[in-house]
């Protein structure tokens, strides 16, 4: 059985050898019994030193020139190998125990893919309330954080993959969609909540509270054209790092 975890970066020079160098670590215990790992890395038009760095920490590098994480994730699953696919964000560290998880998932003929909880790195409690909520909204509808998505690449394929009109929360729109296709064969789509996946405050430190709320305030006003629209998802798109 053979596993590609696919990594979009932009400008990620800062992180992306932590990331995979976690992702290594996570996996080896599989790897031992089994499990064939490809690391892909795809560039998604960075201007730093993210792409060589990745290369040599051995990552298959693919670029994607259009800046949209859902292109970004469809090119390295364009060119993936594997059984399985695993989207795992540059700025997120997956630990042994939770890819111990998906280990098992992808033995179960039951399961279809999921995702995982989140734990946000060092925020204020403020924040922390902001993912306790988010998490348990996870697990309730089970809608996998962008962060850790993982799936059958057959079921990717199947259903088109990650929709091009989304430049944010294209995972809760391909979550809805592979749990449709799943329901629809008798299988499961799952949310892993018993170790979670470490990630970055990034977003809370590069952005302030009043811009934070300015975008959720847009995107309470105008979910539809917020989703659809870099300009104003720009907390996604404006290259802060």
Request: charged share 25%; net charge positive; with cysteine.
């Given at each position: 059985?053979?596993?590609?975890?696919?990594?979009?970066?932009?400008?990620?020079?800062?992180?992306?050898?932590?990331?995979?160098?976690?992702?290594?670590?996570?996996?080896?215990?599989?790897?031992?019994?089994?499990?064939?790992?490809?690391?892909?890395?795809?560039?998604?038009?960075?201007?730093?030193?993210?792409?060589?760095?990745?290369?040599?920490?051995?990552?298959?590098?693919?670029?994607?020139?259009?800046?949209?994480?859902?292109?970004?994730?469809?090119?390295?699953?364009?060119?993936?190998?594997?059984d399985w696919?695993?989207?795992?964000?540059?700025?997120?560290?997956?630990?042994?125990?939770?890819?111990?998880?998906?280990?098992?998932?992808?033995?179960?003929?039951?399961?279809?893919?999921?995702?995982?909880?989140?734990?946000?790195?060092?925020?204020?409690?403020?924040?922390?309330?902001?993912?306790?909520?988010?998490?348990?909204?996870?697990?309730?509808?089970?809608?996998?954080?962008?962060?850790?998505?993982?799936?059958?690449?057959?079921?990717?394929?199947?259903?088109?993959?990650?929709?091009?009109?989304?430049?944010?929360?294209?995972e809760i729109?391909?979550?809805?969609?592979?749990?449709?296709?799943?329901?629809?064969?008798?299988?499961?789509?799952?949310?892993?909540?018993?170790?979670?996946?470490?990630?970055?405050?990034?977003?809370?430190?590069?952005?302030?509270?009043?811009?934070?709320?300015?975008?959720?305030?847009?995107?309470?006003?105008?979910p539809r054209?917020?989703?659809?629209?870099?300009?104003?998802?720009?907390?996604?798109?404006?290259?802060?790092?």
């Amino acid at each position: 059985m053979k596993l590609s975890v696919i990594v979009p970066a932009f400008n990620e020079e800062k992180l992306i050898t932590s990331c995979l160098v976690s992702i290594r670590a996570a996996t080896a215990a599989c790897e031992r019994e089994g499990l064939e790992v490809e690391i892909i890395v795809v560039d998604n038009a960075s201007s730093d030193d993210t792409a060589r760095l990745a290369a040599r920490r051995g990552a298959r590098v693919v670029r994607e020139p259009v800046r949209q994480i859902a292109r970004a994730r469809n090119a390295g699953a364009a060119v993936a190998r594997g059984d399985w696919l695993l989207f795992v964000d540059a700025d997120s560290w997956p630990s042994r125990a939770l890819m111990r998880e998906v280990f098992a998932c992808m033995h179960d003929a039951r399961i279809v893919g999921g995702g995982s909880t989140v734990r946000v790195r060092d925020v204020p409690l403020a924040l922390t309330l902001v993912g306790v909520s988010w998490n348990a909204l996870s697990r309730l509808c089970r809608w996998a954080a962008g962060s850790f998505i993982f799936c059958r690449a057959t079921a990717f394929n199947a259903i088109g993959g990650f929709d091009v009109e989304f430049f944010a929360a294209e995972e809760i729109d391909f979550s809805r969609r592979l749990k449709r296709w799943a329901r629809s064969r008798g299988q499961r789509f799952v949310i892993l909540h018993r170790h979670p996946l470490l990630t970055s405050e990034r977003r809370a430190t590069l952005y302030s509270q009043r811009e934070l709320f300015v975008s959720f305030w847009r995107m309470l006003r105008h979910p539809r054209r917020f989703f659809r629209d870099p300009r104003l998802c720009h907390p996604w798109y404006d290259g802060r790092r």
